[in-house]
């Protein structure tokens, strides 16, 4: 499993656009996706899951998958950065007791 941070900008965001972002807005992690954004609704971050489909798969494919759940929701925008986490390498250190 990765999660993936998209920071970008938003280029020529009609009415219905801003609606799909504040429909969408959240700071959590789904294989939907959740936008974060500023008050004026132009620049964003995309929060996504995206699930490791095989053991082989990497920061490509999440970058990929990633980009296609922010593509699915058809607004105009420019990407600035891509930032992402492989879950599988998180380690959780339990209190002995």
Do not use: N
């Not at 600035?80 to 879950?87: E, S």
């Not at 380690?91 to 002995?96: C, E, L, T, V």
């Amino acid at each position: 499993m990765f999660r993936v941070t998209i920071r970008g900008k938003f280029k020529g965001l009609g009415d219905a656009g801003r609606a799909a972002v504040l429909a969408a807005a959240g700071a959590g992690y789904t294989e939907a996706g959740t936008f974060t954004h500023d008050a004026t609704v132009s620049v964003f971050t995309f929060r996504c899951q995206v699930p490791a489909e095989t053991p082989d798969d990497g920061e490509d494919d999440a970058a990929l998958g990633a980009m296609a759940a922010l593509e699915a929701y058809g607004l105009p925008h420019e990407i600035l950065k891509i930032a992402m986490t492989d879950m599988r390498d998180i380690k959780i250190r339990r209190k002995s007791g």
